[in-house]
């Protein structure tokens, strides 16, 4: 290491030896922080003396050898320039001192006559070598000597007043003082010089800097260097070790990314330090974590001024400043510095001190998770209560590691079950497979009497969502039979249970009817409640049975919208997300679900991603945008809890697409029938079907769809908007030459629908006008695009212009039925439906010629009612996001719709849009 600015104290320690070559014996102390360059100091110091002849006897204490009597004085004698006759005498003595009955235990004061005699001899010894010359005896680190050498060295410094002999000695200040006695008679000595070392000043930072770097370089870095070092010279260079090994660091003004040099000399700096001093950084190491640096003094029971002096020392040392620790490092490497048994048991003694504090859970169970303890009566549901408090902030890992410690400390049965189903819960959000593993001891528990009821309702929902059918059926059974005077927030957890099942698992809550209307008492309805779970659960029950009308639908939303997303809300959000979609509101649905799917994506909580994915994948798909269903559906099947929602929709968009190829490898796979009982087995069986028919399977097609109604009426959710299973099975039948069963099936499903459902109703009257006699089916299809036109389906919009467009044909009126048939084609592209655009062309074209066709520009009469509605408020200089805004859709919708509206209207920017305004307002 560099000896930089001791240039004043070296010269002093110079000056020393010459008076004592003159005759004046004399004594030097150096003292200083730890690694403040005491010991280069020194050994500078003894290399000038031994140019200068001057005969050196030296010695390094050390922590490992303080109890053995005499081991400084006799590293002295090992001075390989001594005459062997003068080593000898000074190792005999000391060998035969050994033996003297007291030497290991002295008195650090009194020096017993015995023991006299042998200081004495020793000191004869001393006095005959420097009456050879003069003499220098050194001692680095005296602070860790022991009691007989140091009565040696006070007996030597008192007889060397007209001798010519120079003690120096190296000692550390730390907070406290090593043998104050030692020091203070030492001091007392005729030119007896304290020599204290300063840490490096700006300049002595800036001298090693040069040293290494060019001097524009150290100036820049300077700054740095003297806030991370606090001038401490094994700081600094060790700083420069990590810049100089890390080649990307050296263009870097702040910490370099390899600390490996700087973490190792922050740990020697504490290793070295006073006990008191030592504790204290590890106490204020630990601490930090939970920002709790003010109870150090509590955390080893010192008085304010000691835990004062120790920051003192600390801070000349250069490991803290007046903030704390200089560096996120600094404070690292202290706790890095203890051993780990050492450090589990500091951990734990901050946990239960800051328990006692009254500190937030949550930085308690840091310390409990370093400790790796739960085994204080507090412990466990402290920890449940960081974990929750962890989930809150999408902290799921952290969470998990809570709860696996609060398990490994539960100790009643009740407790490791409640315990086990958080863990499960929080396992379900990162971890499906090791979630299903805990299913087991759960339903153990449940059988056991010692889960209650709302825990007992989330194992059976798990079981649900892990396809484990039976295994909640027998649960649901058990509970039925144990379950009955519930408190009042048991009561609506159980009503929301019940609406939720007959939802989600309608054949399960068939099954057991009895067991859910006899178990508890009557529950408040879910329009008199505030509670989400039974007012969601509620709204979606009503829309599958077809028992809301449009304004209840709307005001539901509007009520459970302004929850915040959470563990707690979740559910109750992805119930209403799918009563929009499923009531025929998926404009609404896009534009919320957008916003969940986002704001899910940031917190990076996977399973909400795939289930808020899979519902947007069916609203996407219900509003014609085969790209972002195939977006959301792919990305929801990457978790198993959103796979069969997602493999239905992605199958029906492959479908429409005309990839068919694509389409039959997902519908080959094997179903899960425990899905087939799920609505999502529904969306199977609508998907598979339309596959069917698009390979011009009708039959297969017709029991997939029958199958679908079958299920759909026995469960008591028959609402066309749903799943139009009705009109799935007219087109099969059409498909197989049955034109009047299909008109009749689909009539049947005309007259359960309400004029809002836009969607279902166009495209169950395009199906009737299909299976209709020529003269009919006009008025049916126009009827049939205005309902499709105010619930938007880009997809069902093409089919409905070119089966209008062939109508026209037959009437004659071929202009009208080539334009609505150009139209009908660009729509299916503009929507990624090439399947279907490939089968949207008259008798007298050829798809060659329709192609051509379909890159001829159209009017504004040709726009669509939506696609009107954008350019509108787009020639009024709205943007995007306005336009959004107020129609309720995505920007995403938006810019979409503009695309489409540019090209049929043969213009190229929005200011196109703005000098057509007075064409675009209607008349």
Same mark, same amino acid.
């Given at each position: ?122 000191? *004869? ?24 050498? $140091? ?107 390899? @600390?490996?040099?700087?973490?190792? #000399? ?14 204290? /950084?590890?106490?204020?190491?630990? $601490? ?45 490497? &202290? ?9 589990? /048991? ?18 308690? *169970? ?36 809570? @709860? ?6 539960? &100790? ?184 969940? $799917? ?29 790209? #972002? ?25 492959? @479908? ?159 202009? @009208? /039925? ?52 954008? #350019? ?11 336009? #959004? ?8 919708? &938006? ?29």
């Amino acid at each position: 290491m560099c000896l930089v600015e001791r240039d004043r104290e070296l010269a002093l320690l110079d000056d020393l030896l010459t008076e004592g070559s003159s005759g004046r014996g004399g004594v030097a102390l150096i003292s200083g922080p730890v690694a403040s360059g005491k010991t280069e100091l020194l050994n500078a110091f003894v290399q000038r003396a031994s140019v200068a002849g001057v005969t050196v006897l030296s010695a390094v204490a050390s922590h490992a050898e303080c109890e053995i009597p005499f081991g400084v004085a006799d590293q002295l004698s090992h001075n390989v320039s001594l005459p062997s006759g003068d080593v000898m005498e000074i190792q005999e003595i000391i060998q035969d001192s050994i033996l003297l009955e007291g030497v290991t235990t002295v008195d650090p004061e009194l020096v017993r006559p015995d023991h006299a005699r042998v200081l004495a001899k020793l000191h *004869a010894a001393m006095m005959r070598l420097s009456s050879k010359g003069p003499l220098l005896v050194t001692i680095d680190d005296l602070h860790h000597a022991d009691r007989m050498s $140091l009565h040696f060295l006070r007996y030597l410094a008192r007889r060397i007043t007209n001798r010519r002999v120079l003690l120096v000695f190296n000692m550390l200040s730390g907070a406290a003082p090593a043998y104050p006695l030692f020091q203070a008679e030492i001091l007392r000595q005729p030119n007896a010089n304290r020599i204290h070392l300063e840490p490096l000043s700006s300049c002595g930072i800036a001298q090693i800097l040069t040293s290494h770097m060019k001097r524009a370089e150290a100036e820049r870095l300077l700054p740095r260097y003297e806030e991370l070092s606090g001038g401490n010279p094994l700081l600094v260079n060790a700083l420069l070790e990590d810049r100089l090994g890390d080649a990307e660091a050296m263009n870097c003004p702040v910490m370099p990314n390899t @600390t490996q040099a700087y973490r190792q #000399a922050v740990a020697v700096c504490v290793q070295r330090s006073d006990e008191l001093t030592a504790d204290v /950084a590890h106490g204020l190491a630990v $601490l930090e974590m939970s920002q709790a640096t003010h109870l150090v003094g509590r955390l080893f029971s010192l008085e304010s001024d000691a835990v004062q002096r120790c920051k003192y020392v600390l801070r000349r040392i250069g490991l803290l400043d007046h903030r704390g620790f200089r560096h996120p490092e600094t404070s690292a490497a &202290v706790l890095g510095s203890l051993d780990p048994s050492r450090r589990s /048991a500091l951990h734990l003694r901050a946990a239960r001190l800051l328990f006692r504090e009254g500190v937030p859970a949550a930085e308690v *169970a840091k310390h409990l998770l370093a400790a790796d303890h739960a085994g204080d009566a507090w412990a466990v549901p402290l920890l449940l209560e960081a974990a929750e408090h962890a989930l809150h902030e999408d902290r799921m890992e952290l969470a998990a590691e809570y @709860t696996r410690l609060a398990h490994s400390g539960a &100790v009643s049965p009740d407790q490791r079950a409640a315990v086990t189903l958080i863990l499960a819960h929080i396992d379900g959000r990162v971890n499906p497979v090791a979630a299903g593993r805990r299913f087991g001891a759960l339903a153990e528990a449940l059988y056991e009497g010692r889960l209650q009821v709302g825990q007992a309702i989330l194992l059976i929902k798990y079981l649900l969502l892990y396809r484990q059918v039976e295994q909640a059926e027998d649960a649901l059974r058990h509970i039925g039979g144990t379950v009955r005077d519930m408190s009042a927030t048991e009561s609506s957890d159980w009503e929301a249970f019940r609406l939720w099942l007959g939802c989600t698992y309608p054949l399960v809550a068939r099954n057991a009817a009895d067991v859910l209307e006899e178990a508890g008492h009557k529950p408040t309805p879910p329009q008199y409640t505030t509670d989400p779970q039974l007012q969601s659960a509620g709204l979606l029950n009503g829309v599958l049975r077809g028992e809301l009308s449009q304004p209840d639908i709307d005001a539901g939303h509007e009520r459970l919208r302004a929850l915040q997303l959470s563990d707690e809300t979740f559910d109750p959000l992805a119930m209403v997300l799918c009563a929009l979609v499923y009531a025929d509101r998926h404009g609404a649905a896009l534009a919320w679900g957008t916003e969940l $799917l986002k704001e899910s994506s940031e917190r990076g909580v996977r399973s909400w991603v795939a289930v808020f994915g899979a519902i947007m994948a069916q609203a996407a798909l219900r509003s014609g945008d085969l790209e #972002a269903a195939e977006s959301h559906a792919r990305a929801a099947m990457d978790w198993s809890m959103g796979v069969e929602y997602a493999t239905a929709s992605l199958v029906l968009s492959l @479908t429409i697409r005309g990839d068919l190829e694509a389409a039959g490898r997902l519908v080959s796979h094997p179903v899960d029938a425990a899905a087939l009982q799920h609505p999502a087995g529904l969306y199977y069986q609508h998907a598979h079907g339309h596959y069917y028919l698009a390979i011009n399977r009708p039959r297969a097609a017709l029991l997939e769809f029958q199958a679908c109604g079958q299920s759909m009426q026995s469960w008591g959710i028959d609402l066309p908007s749903f799943v139009p299973w009705r009109s799935d099975v007219a087109q099969a039948l059409i498909a197989l030459g049955r034109e009047e069963e299909a008109r009749e099936i689909a009539n049947e499903q005309l007259s359960l629908l309400s004029p809002a459902q836009g969607r279902t109703r166009g495209l169950t009257l395009r199906v009737i006008a299909e299976a209709s006699a020529a003269e009919r089916r006009m008025p049916l299809l126009n009827e049939a695009l205005k309902a499709i036109r105010d619930d938007p389906d880009r997809v069902e919009e093409s089919r409905l212009l070119g089966y209008l467009g062939r109508t026209h044909y037959s009437y004659g009126d071929h202009g @009208t /039925a080539k334009r609505l048939m150009r139209q009908a084609r660009e729509m299916a592209k503009e929507c990624n439906a090439e399947g279907l655009s490939n089968m949207l062309y008259l008798a007298d074209e050829s798809p060659q010629e329709a192609v051509r066709d379909s890159s001829e520009p159209v009017g504004i009469e040709d726009l669509s009612k939506a696609e009107q509605r954008v #350019a509108l408020l787009a020639g009024r200089g709205h943007t995007n996001s306005e336009i #959004a805004g107020k129609l309720f859709i995505t920007v995403s919708t &938006v810019e979409q719709h503009l695309t489409r509206i540019y090209r049929k209207l043969g213009i190229k920017h929005r200011s196109g849009l703005q000098s057509m305004y007075d064409e675009l307002v209607p008349q």
